[in-house]
């Protein structure tokens, strides 16, 4: 094979892993924070590439442009979502915060059924649609825009969380909440930014996809299971390791998909996740 | 400074203090002994709010505080040193020290904070960039004092600093209390040795089954072995000697 193949490969296979990791570092930010799995994550990601493809498809507005206000919108959303329905289940039972996060997923799809249609949707002839030609490489312009905006936005993430004092709170809470609360930090608003941050995560891999794939009820199902192998992959509530797993699993399954079959694209990804659980439960960066 | 007003307080319907009334005064070290389980650790997070009390009231300053959250104590000049210190292990210290100013302090009060941190604790500055889980037991207690002093408190809340450290730890933690102590802030320290305890402090309570059973100046209470018969031998409080009042 010809190493502009092989290098187009791994780009798409990066900027699909950097979008996996943004939904993972999503959810596993929220899991870390607050112990609570948002089984609705998926569904976050479908609002978001819906209101790529409208804010397209009424006002012509390009998702690369969108982006910040989608991501904005989901954050508020994400907020929305903790004050009004986390917050109020979290006395409650483990089973009760089970099946509020997971009614809210049955809720969305739903709800995107009824008012969408089952139909897929696309954003066609957007800013990103073309190709790029860097001497005799082409590389394909949506996964090169997945990588520089999903990695831009992971550092982002990264210097908001590990360097600024709201991330030394936000860590603080998810590691000792009553220590945390002892010094000044009001816990529950901490809750409810983890919550704005990881829905704002989905919000730009959403935008990111809608670039290249279509959108539908459905669709959150298929990206947030592998989002869900790369948090345990990586270590439950670990950020690193959502990161590095992420891009491990976006790698393998762009290079499965081409060397064995695209059908069973994901079987090395699934085959990795059992290898990694069996040897070590706690996933590469987790903490037991 | 602080008045605890027969405060009842438990968990989710069960009593653990009755009507339980103490009062610490502007710079003095007050020590609250007691068995295990006596609902010392209890009495401390009712004042700092970590739990609602049922009945009674909290007062500092002369303000009602026992409505508040817990986040809002530093705010208000009291600071909280949890039992087993709870630092935030995978943090370094110097993280762990900055979080002690709570979320909305200044650079400046920051760096006047720590350079205070590391005159009281010359040992932090050098381990400033280490993690704070691989402290020994008695740098991680001196850490959480270091935190706790970070937001300038009037009152200090500690709660049992020297449980499993060396004894050259304890007297070093001793020692600091002390000089936390001569600086202005008022200490309210939890301590299970009576001896520890009472050389310490100026005054102390002894709290048995969720109820004060004795208080008083500590020099008094040194006297004789009364303390510690209250204390281990569960006896009754002999009339003469119930001092709780004064
Ligand atoms: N979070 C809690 N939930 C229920 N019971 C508790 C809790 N914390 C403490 N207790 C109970 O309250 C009593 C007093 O505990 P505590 O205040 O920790 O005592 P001390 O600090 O004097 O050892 C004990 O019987 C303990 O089991
Ligand atoms: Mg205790």
């Not at chain 1, 010094?183 to 919550?195: C, E």
């Not at chain 2, 009334?21 to 970590?50: C, F, R, Y």
């Not at chain 2, 904070?113 to 500055?125: I, M, R």
């Not at chain 2, 004092?145 to 070093?172: K, N, Q, T, V, W």
Request: proline letters at 3%; glycine letters at 12%.
């Amino acid at each position: 094979m010809s190493g502009d193949l092989l290098v187009q490969l791994l780009l798409s296979g990066i900027g699909m892993g950097f979008i996996f990791a943004l939904i993972a570092i999503g959810l596993t930010l929220i899991y870390g924070v607050m112990n609570v799995v948002n089984f609705a994550h998926g569904e976050f990601l479908m609002l978001s590439m819906y209101a790529s493809y409208l804010a397209f498809a009424t006002w012509g507005a390009d998702p690369i442009v969108t982006l910040p206000f989608v991501a904005a919108l989901m954050f508020v959303f994400g907020l929305l979502v903790y004050y009004l329905l986390v917050r109020r289940v979290m006395q409650g039972s483990m089973n009760s915060q089970i099946f509020a996060t997971f009614g809210l997923m049955v809720f969305l799809q739903a709800a995107a059924q009824f008012i969408m249609g089952a139909d897929y949707f696309a954003v066609r002839g957007g800013l990103l649609s073309g190709v790029l030609e860097v001497g005799s490489l082409i590389l394909p312009a949506p996964q090169l825009a997945a990588v520089v905006g999903a990695s831009t936005a992971t550092g982002v993430l990264y210097w908001l969380v590990f360097r600024t004092a709201t991330g030394r709170s936000l860590r603080a809470a998810s590691q000792d909440r009553q220590a945390a609360s002892t010094l000044g930090i009001n816990v529950d608003r901490m809750y409810a930014l983890a919550w704005g941050i990881g829905a704002a995560c989905v919000g730009i891999a959403g935008s990111l996809l809608s670039n290249f794939y279509p959108v539908f009820p459905r669709v959150g199902a298929i990206f947030v299971l592998i989002a869900y192998v790369a948090v345990a992959l990586g270590g439950f509530g670990s950020i690193h390791g959502a990161l590095v797993a992420g891009v491990i699993i976006g790698l393998l399954q762009v290079l499965a998909g081409f060397f064995i079959s695209s059908q069973l694209k994901f079987v090395p990804v699934y085959l990795l996740y059992l290898i990694v659980v069996l040897v070590r439960p706690r996933g590469l960066f987790g903490r037991l | 400074m602080l008045d605890v007003r027969q405060v009842s307080a438990g968990y989710d319907g069960l009593q653990i203090l009755w009507e339980v009334a103490i009062h610490v005064d502007a710079g003095e070290i007050v020590a609250l002994m007691g068995p295990n389980g006596s609902g010392k650790s209890t009495l401390m997070n009712s004042v700092s709010g970590l739990i609602r009390i049922w009945s009674g009231e909290i007062l500092f300053e002369g303000r009602r505080i026992d409505a508040l959250p817990p986040h809002a104590m530093i705010g208000m000049g009291v600071a909280h040193v949890l039992e087993r210190h709870r630092l935030f292990p995978d943090m370094t210290v110097l993280e762990n020290l900055m979080l002690g100013c709570g979320p909305h302090a200044r650079k400046q009060s920051i760096a006047q904070g720590l350079e205070q941190a590391y005159a009281l604790f010359p040992l932090l500055k050098e381990r400033r960039t280490q993690i704070a889980g691989s402290l020994s037991g008695g740098e991680q207690q001196m850490c959480a004092i270091a935190r706790g002093l970070m937001s300038s408190p009037r009152l200090l809340l500690i709660d049992e600093p020297f449980i499993g450290l060396s004894p050259h730890m304890r007297s070093a933690v001793a020692k600091a209390i002390r000089a936390i102590n001569r600086d202005g802030v008022s200490v309210l320290l939890i301590e299970q040795n009576v001896a520890e305890a009472l050389s310490l402090s100026q005054r102390a309570y002894i709290l048995r089954e969720g109820r004060i059973v004795l208080g008083g100046r500590s020099e008094d209470l040194k006297v004789g072995q009364t303390v510690e018969r209250i204390f281990m031998a569960r006896e009754d409080v002999p009339s003469g000697l119930d001092i709780v009042s004064s």
